[in-house]
């Protein structure tokens, strides 16, 4: 131990000169660890690490964090603004780049800006991504703009947040670390290399696993997370759902395992279903909304008269149908058929039971290629380890103790149907009682206080549903206002992917302006964004003036006109922690060297070019609005003053801690503490006990979407809408319907998928020498990777130079054997797909993973936006062109 220490010590004095420690939050991945870091009396950062006073990453910081000076310190990095001299745009055309001053990049942006918004702000697209700095998402407000051009939201959580906001009033959710004993990951890094706060939850799960807790991952591909796991279960693509389908009929078939208590009181298992798939209601009893509520709450006012009478259940004791909230009820049957007001009705939990009856482990087995036996194993080992029954007491009140959680996200639901998804593994979850018990699958916050979790009570005995996690609902009209169609969907999040079909094709959809100017702020969307990438390419040279903010080029602002330079992280302010795992709190980022070069901080950017245009006051009312600054006088921005970033932090700070972390803490106190993280309290909000829950069931049966559905139907019937738009995407719960993946032409006989890694955020981080190095050393992140028994049945073989081909686009690279993959999918990195970088160091591919997928309807869940992100490819051997430097 001695030694060790000693050794550790010496490592330390070779890297770090004099110096001192600065708190900080990293910014190498979309969330935010607490770190520190070293600065030499120099200047000069030498040492990044994680905070050791932080509960959630506890001292430590991936690979990622550490990189984060050679980032900052990238020779290649823009230091001055920048125009381009060449018109012609696109791969293969130097943009002819030139320094110019901020003066003249500011007034010619502004210019543009101001004649634009004075003519229609329709006509600005905007990919605007900075998780860090989400004010800033609000910044095209102030032109009373939304037409998003990225797909941060539906390549990912698209049906995920919402979800979560509907059934949980959540952004997320997550395994309860502290006492799960029963993981199941599908489709997702969570714990070991993506999602959320990567480094904090290897921590974690490192621990969670020492104390025995049982990891079992569901994944084409053997990824981190399925390579440390206990048990591997490899799954052909986008059927997820088929497989947990295959578990739930298991466990209500066969097992006969669900937590009937939680299926009665906390969930709505035993509301009465109508033959026509509506609850049951009173014809009498009726529900005003609470007293008190606050005005505005969509729910409430969107409530059709006939949806206001109660819902009812059937009580076995009594034999008769009361209204759910009748204080006589003695208990709530969950199975049964019963006639009530001249009816048949079901109770919710025999409605679903009915309607799974076909979905047998052999029928999933058939979809998914997972063996029924496995599914039949796996449901029993899940359903007992949820210990339905056993209760726990912590800190003097009794809870239900589930200690099992299904897991999942980006792979898991990024499908066509991902609503759909999403649904089914919340019902796995909720069939068994863990949804919100102590060990089960607990609610995450998106993190910014003024979204912090408030659950609250809505109609019908249910949780208030909280879709719009992002912005407020986007309000019917047709013709649409936006290129992403969110105004025929309620409930969707920004189908960005939907630009590429309103743009190239307006006249189809109605759209009766034209899109002139692009804003790329913190967003490569010509690299992220799904389907043919030479059609994105068509679009962004369609616009007349594109403006970045950046620290880099790459694939998207190789089409700007203009580029402004960002600070990195270590240069500048934010203030937040984002999807924290198991903690809450602010971590505050403080420049703790000198910006290099003539970079700004990219709030002060956006103030100055509001302040430019005029339109300062509502930049200033917009921002006061979406931090909630505007709820307290002396804090909310005076609308005439430029602030600074630090300056408008401190009122934030002061507000978030006043409002929900007291004691009430300025910035400066941030800088010196880094951070308020507290570690998420036991007697806590997200747990589920009798005190809190039997007035917000969860819907186990969710007659919103429905309601949803029926709404926008009813909108659109005075509407003729000249494509088709089909609504079988709403479902009050999860059927075995099909992503078209699987039916496509015979020729297309592979799966394509793709996949991130700890290491790498996305793929913009592999300029960094550390990470490239990380990547070429991993079989799996240097080229395109297949089974060996597939590629040999193809005739292919190791290091073939071969073309991936969908029917929407094409791709090539160098083949590379792996056991560890389906031997239906191959597997492209997203190491294996750059095609423009700024920097020498990044190795490009042979094209771009996302325009092998299917942008159009088809292809799209149409009640959330969510997208198919799995392709259908054949693959051919090309002659190899010569082998690239350091292959
Ligand atoms: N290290 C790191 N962390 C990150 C990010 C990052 O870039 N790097 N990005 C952040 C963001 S924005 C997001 S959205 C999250 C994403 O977090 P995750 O969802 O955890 O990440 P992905 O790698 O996109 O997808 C998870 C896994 O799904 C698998 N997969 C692909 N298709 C399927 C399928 O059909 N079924 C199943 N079961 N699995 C499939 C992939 O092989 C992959 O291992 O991570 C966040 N955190
Ligand atoms: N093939 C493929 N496509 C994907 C995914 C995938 O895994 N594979 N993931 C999908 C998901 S889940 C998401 S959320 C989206 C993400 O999509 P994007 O947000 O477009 O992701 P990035 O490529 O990381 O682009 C972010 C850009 O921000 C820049 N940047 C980094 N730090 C800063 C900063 O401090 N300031 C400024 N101004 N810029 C900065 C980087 O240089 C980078 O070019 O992509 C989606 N598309
Ligand atoms: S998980 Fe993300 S925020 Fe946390 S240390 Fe790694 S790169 Fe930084
Ligand atoms: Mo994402």
């Given at each position: 131990?001695?030694?060790?220490?000693?050794?550790?010590?010496?490592?330390?004095?070779?890297?770090?000169?004099?110096?001192?420690?600065?708190?900080?939050?990293?910014?190498?991945?979309?969330?935010?660890?607490?770190?520190?870091?070293?600065?030499?009396?120099?200047?000069?950062?030498?040492?990044?690490?994680?905070?050791?006073?932080?509960?959630?990453?506890?001292?430590?910081?991936?690979?990622?964090?550490?990189?984060?000076?050679?980032?900052?310190?990238?020779?290649?990095?823009?230091?001055?603004?920048?125009?381009?001299?060449?018109?012609?745009?696109?791969?293969?055309?130097?943009?002819?780049?030139?320094?110019?001053?901020?003066?003249?990049?500011?007034?010619?942006?502004?210019?543009?800006?101001?004649?634009?918004?004075?003519?229609?702000?329709?006509?600005?697209?905007?990919?605007?991504?900075?998780?860090?700095?989400?004010?800033?998402?609000?910044?095209?407000?102030?032109?009373?703009?939304?037409?998003?051009?990225?797909?941060?939201?539906?390549?990912?959580?698209?049906?995920?947040?919402?979800?979560?906001?509907?059934?949980?009033?959540?952004?997320?959710?997550?395994?309860?670390?502290?006492?799960?004993?029963?993981?199941?990951?599908?489709?997702?890094?969570?714990?070991?290399?993506?999602?959320?706060?990567?480094?904090?939850?290897?921590?974690?799960?490192?621990?969670?696993?020492?104390?025995?807790?049982?990891?079992?991952?569901?994944?084409?591909?053997?990824?981190?997370?399925?390579?440390?796991?206990?048990?591997?279960?490899?799954?052909?693509?986008?059927?997820?759902?088929?497989?947990?389908?295959?578990?739930?009929?298991?466990?209500?078939?066969?097992?006969?395992?669900?937590?009937?208590?939680?299926?009665?009181?906390?969930?709505?298992?035993?509301?009465?279903?109508?033959?026509?798939?509506?609850?049951?209601?009173?014809?009498?009893?009726?529900?005003?909304?609470?007293?008190?509520?606050?005005?505005?709450?969509?729910?409430?006012?969107?409530?059709?008269?006939?949806?206001?009478?109660?819902?009812?259940?059937?009580?076995?004791?009594?034999?008769?149908?009361?209204?759910?909230?009748?204080?006589?009820?003695?208990?709530?049957?969950?199975?049964?058929?019963?006639?009530?007001?001249?009816?048949?009705?079901?109770?919710?939990?025999?409605?679903?039971?009915?309607?799974?009856?076909?979905?047998?482990?052999?029928?999933?087995?058939?979809?998914?290629?997972?063996?029924?036996?496995?599914?039949?194993?796996?449901?029993?080992?899940?359903?007992?380890?949820?210990?339905?029954?056993?209760?726990?007491?912590?800190?003097?009140?009794?809870?239900?103790?589930?200690?099992?959680?299904?897991?999942?996200?980006?792979?898991?639901?990024?499908?066509?149907?991902?609503?759909?998804?999403?649904?089914?593994?919340?019902?796995?979850?909720?069939?068994?009682?863990?949804?919100?018990?102590?060990?089960?699958?607990?609610?995450?916050?998106?993190?910014?206080?003024?979204?912090?979790?408030?659950?609250?009570?809505?109609?019908?005995?249910?949780?208030?549903?909280?879709?719009?996690?992002?912005h407020p609902e986007v309000p019917f009209a047709w013709p649409p206002n936006t290129t992403t169609l969110m105004e025929i969907m309620p409930l969707g999040v920004d189908p960005g992917q939907f630009n590429q079909l309103t743009l190239t094709d307006p006249e189809k959809y109605d759209i009766t302006f034209k899109p002139k100017i692009c804003l790329l702020y913190h967003s490569n969307t010509v690299w992220s964004n799904v389907g043919n990438v030479e059609k994105w390419h068509?679009?962004?040279?369609?616009?007349?003036?594109?403006?970045?903010?950046?620290?880099?080029?790459?694939?998207?602002?190789?089409?700007?006109?203009?580029?402004?330079?960002?600070?990195?992280?270590?240069?500048?302010?934010?203030?937040?922690?984002?999807?924290?795992?198991?903690?809450?709190?602010?971590?505050?980022?403080?420049?703790?060297?000198?910006?290099?070069?003539?970079?700004?901080?990219?709030?002060?950017?956006?103030?100055?070019?509001?302040?430019?245009?005029?339109?300062?006051?509502?930049?200033?009312?917009?921002?006061?609005?979406?931090?909630?600054?505007?709820?307290?006088?002396?804090?909310?921005?005076?609308?005439?003053?430029?602030?600074?970033?630090?300056?408008?932090?401190?009122?934030?700070?002061?507000?978030?801690?006043?409002?929900?972390?007291?004691?009430?803490?300025?910035?400066?106190?941030?800088?010196?503490?880094?951070?308020?993280?507290?570690?998420?309290?036991?007697?806590?909000?997200?747990?589920?006990?009798?005190?809190?829950?039997?007035?917000?069931?969860?819907?186990?049966?969710?007659?919103?979407?429905?309601?949803?559905?029926?709404?926008?139907?009813?909108?659109?019937?005075?509407?003729?809408?000249?494509?088709?738009?089909?609504?079988?995407?709403?479902?009050?719960?999860?059927?075995?319907?099909?992503?078209?993946?699987?039916?496509?032409?015979?020729?297309?006989?592979?799966?394509?998928?793709?996949?991130?890694?700890?290491?790498?955020?996305?793929?913009?981080?592999?300029?960094?020498?550390?990470?490239?190095?990380?990547?070429?050393?991993?079989?799996?992140?240097?080229?395109?990777?297949?089974?060996?028994?597939?590629?040999?049945?193809?005739?292919?073989?190791?290091?073939?130079?071969?073309?991936?081909?969908?029917?929407?686009?094409?791709?090539?690279?160098?083949?590379?054997?792996?056991?560890?993959?389906?031997?239906?999918?191959?597997?492209?990195?997203?190491?294996?797909?750059?095609?423009?970088?700024?920097?020498?160091?990044?190795?490009?591919?042979?094209?771009?993973?996302?325009?092998?997928?299917?942008?159009?309807?088809?292809?799209?869940?149409?009640?959330?936006?969510?997208?198919?992100?799995?392709?259908?490819?054949?693959?051919?051997?090309?002659?190899?062109?010569?082998?690239?430097?350091?292959?």
């Amino acid at each position: 131990m001695r030694e060790k220490l000693r050794l550790e010590k010496m490592a330390r004095a070779n890297s770090v000169r004099p110096g001192r420690w600065y708190s900080t939050t990293c910014k190498m991945c979309i969330h935010t660890c607490a770190l520190r870091a070293h600065v030499s009396n120099k200047g000069v950062v030498d040492k990044i690490e994680g905070d050791p006073t932080s509960p959630s990453n506890k001292g430590k910081c991936c690979v990622k964090a550490n990189t984060g000076a050679m980032r900052n310190y990238d020779p290649y990095r823009l230091k001055k603004p920048v125009k381009r001299t060449n018109p012609r745009k696109g791969p293969g055309e130097d943009p002819g780049w030139v320094e110019i001053s901020w003066d003249e990049a500011l007034d010619l942006v502004a210019s543009k800006m101001k004649a634009m918004i004075e003519k229609d702000p329709r006509e600005f697209c905007y990919a605007i991504t900075d998780f860090h700095k989400i004010y800033n998402w609000a910044w095209p407000g102030q032109f009373g703009n939304a037409n998003q051009f990225h797909v941060i939201g539906t390549y990912c959580g698209g049906a995920y947040h919402v979800t979560a906001g509907i059934y949980n009033s959540a952004f997320a959710g997550v395994g309860d670390y502290e006492r799960c004993k029963y993981w199941i990951g599908c489709g997702t890094g969570d714990g070991f290399s993506s999602h959320l706060h990567v480094a904090a939850a290897q921590r974690m799960m490192a621990d969670a696993r020492d104390r025995g807790m049982k990891v079992v991952v569901v994944e084409p591909r053997l990824s981190t997370s399925a390579a440390k796991a206990d048990e591997w279960i490899p799954i052909r693509p986008a059927c997820d759902r088929h497989f947990v389908l295959g578990l739930i009929h298991t466990l209500m078939y066969e097992h006969k395992i669900y937590d009937a208590e939680y299926l009665k009181w906390f969930a709505n298992g035993g509301y009465l279903i109508n033959e026509e798939g509506w609850f049951h209601r009173s014809s009498t009893e009726k529900a005003l909304p609470p007293e008190g509520r606050p005005e505005g709450s969509m729910r409430w006012f969107r409530q059709t008269r006939e949806e206001r009478y109660k819902p009812m259940v059937w009580d076995p004791v009594d034999k008769c149908a009361k209204v759910f909230d009748d204080p006589t009820i003695k208990d709530i049957a969950l199975e049964g058929t019963y006639e009530v007001d001249g009816k048949k009705v079901r109770p919710a939990f025999q409605y679903i039971k009915d309607a799974y009856k076909e979905y047998t482990p052999e029928w999933a087995e058939k979809i998914t290629t997972v063996p029924a036996d496995t599914i039949r194993r796996i449901a029993k080992e899940f359903g007992e380890a949820a210990q339905i029954g056993s209760s726990i007491t912590i800190d003097g009140e009794v809870y239900p103790y589930r200690p099992v959680s299904f897991n999942w996200y980006r792979g898991a639901q990024g499908h066509k149907f991902g609503t759909m998804d999403n649904q089914s593994y919340i019902l796995l979850n909720m069939l068994v009682g863990s949804y919100n018990a102590p060990g089960g699958l607990l609610g995450v916050t998106l993190g910014s206080p003024h979204m912090v979790w408030t659950d609250e009570p809505g109609p019908d005995g249910i949780l208030d549903p909280k879709p719009h996690q992002l912005h407020p609902e986007v309000p019917f009209a047709w013709p649409p206002n936006t290129t992403t169609l969110m105004e025929i969907m309620p409930l969707g999040v920004d189908p960005g992917q939907f630009n590429q079909l309103t743009l190239t094709d307006p006249e189809k959809y109605d759209i009766t302006f034209k899109p002139k100017i692009c804003l790329l702020y913190h967003s490569n969307t010509v690299w992220s964004n799904v389907g043919n990438v030479e059609k994105w390419h068509d679009i962004m040279r369609s616009f007349e003036f594109v403006w970045a903010i950046e620290l880099f080029h790459n694939e998207s602002s190789t089409f700007a006109d203009v580029i402004l330079p960002d600070r990195t992280f270590l240069e500048s302010w934010a203030l937040l922690m984002c999807e924290p795992p198991a903690t809450e709190g602010l971590n505050c980022r403080q420049p703790v060297v000198e910006p290099l070069g003539e970079t700004r901080d990219s709030y002060d950017i956006l103030a100055e070019i509001a302040e430019r245009m005029g339109t300062l006051p509502v930049m200033n009312d917009i921002y006061s609005f979406i931090t909630g600054l505007v709820n307290t006088p002396d804090l909310m921005l005076d609308p005439q003053k430029r602030y600074t970033h630090k300056e408008f932090l401190d009122r934030c700070a002061h507000y978030w801690t006043r409002s929900v972390w007291p004691p009430e803490r300025g910035i400066e106190w941030f800088m010196e503490n880094g951070h308020n993280t507290i570690w998420r309290p036991p007697t806590h909000k997200y747990y589920m006990s009798d005190k809190r829950g039997r007035d917000m069931r969860r819907p186990f049966y969710c007659e919103y979407i429905l309601q949803q559905k029926k709404h926008l139907q009813e909108q659109l019937k005075n509407v003729k809408l000249k494509f088709d738009w089909s609504f079988k995407d709403y479902a009050a719960f999860p059927d075995g319907s099909l992503s078209p993946v699987h039916s496509e032409p015979p020729e297309y006989d592979m799966y394509a998928i793709t996949y991130k890694e700890h290491f790498m955020n996305f793929t913009e981080n592999l300029s960094i020498p550390w990470i490239r190095e990380i990547a070429d050393r991993d079989p799996h992140h240097v080229g395109l990777i297949m089974n060996p028994k597939t590629a040999k049945a193809k005739g292919l073989q190791e290091g073939d130079y071969i073309e991936v081909r969908s029917q929407f686009g094409q791709l090539t690279g160098w083949l590379v054997y792996t056991e560890g993959i389906h031997p239906e999918v191959i597997g492209v990195s997203n190491a294996t797909n750059r095609t423009v970088t700024h920097s020498p160091i990044t190795r490009l591919g042979g094209g771009q993973f996302n325009t092998l997928l299917g942008n159009n309807f088809e292809y799209t869940d149409l009640c959330t936006g969510a997208m198919e992100t799995v392709a259908r490819v054949k693959i051919t051997k090309l002659p190899a062109p010569p082998l690239p430097e350091r292959y």
